[in-house]
């Protein structure tokens, strides 16, 4: 069974933190996903990769970044966290984008 | 530009089958996906189907696609407590693997 493993489940940042959210796969696959989900909006792609050091930006890139430098990890950056960033964050591995358990982030 | 568009709820008795609904606009999805989402958790894939098929059946679940029409469903036959949870339909864009858009989620309550 494919395991994608997210870091942590909760987290509390404070506005102004640079905030690391990491996700990790041990399928090998080539393509690593972030979204976030917010009640009545559904999931919406931030960043994907389609293999080591390469990222393109999805539909709501801005306020974040990604780094991919093994293809078995894939991490998400607020490089500024804000209270409009507070959200549930999933990464999803594959071609059927198997999912991790998601980390519900608060900025207070 | 592409969307997926749900009903937000649904809601049936135990036993009873459960039908969820999905139109999308894109005509030249290739798969479209449906996901379980429990309590607290990431999505779970459930089933897909490729866009050249109508129908696709795997146990209790049943998919039907209507490409004419845009539409998608899930029957889920004898439901159960369990399947309580919020359901997700997605078009592929592009190639298999590639970007997925989501339609917002359709909670399914089935009570007792």
């Known amino acids: 069974d494919v395991k994608v493993t997210q870091s942590s489940r909760y987290l509390v940042k404070r506005t102004g933190e640079k905030v690391f959210l990491e996700c990790v796969q041990d399928m090998d696959h080539e393509n690593m996903f972030w979204y976030r989900q917010d009640p009545g909006l559904g999931l919406r792609l931030i960043y994907f990769?389609?293999?080591?050091?390469?990222?393109e930006k999805g539909d709501i890139p801005e306020g974040y970044s990604v780094s991919r430098e093994k293809k078995e990890r894939f991490s998400l950056i607020l490089e500024s966290a804000s209270t409009n960033q507070t959200s549930m964050y999933l990464c999803?591995?594959?071609?059927?984008?198997?999912f991790g358990d998601g980390t519900r982030l608060s900025i207070l | 530009g592409e969307d997926v568009e749900q009903s937000l709820f649904l809601s049936v008795r135990e036993g009873d089958s459960s039908v969820i609904n999905c139109t999308y606009t894109?005509?030249?999805?290739?798969?479209l996906y449906w996901y379980k989402q429990e309590p607290g958790a990431g999505l779970q894939l459930l089933t897909y189907i490729f866009s050249n098929m109508d129908m696709k059946q795997d146990q209790r679940l049943t998919v039907l696609l209507n490409k004419k029409d845009k539409h998608l469903s899930l029957r889920i036959a004898d439901t159960q407590t369990g399947d309580s949870a919020i359901y997700f339909c997605a078009e592929s864009i592009g190639t298999w693997g590639g970007k997925l858009i989501f339609g917002q989620g359709t909670e399914l309550s089935v009570k007792p």
């Open positions: 999803a591995s594959g071609p059927r984008q198997h």
């Open positions: 990769s389609y293999d080591v050091k390469m990222k």
């Open positions: 894109d005509s030249s999805s290739t798969y």
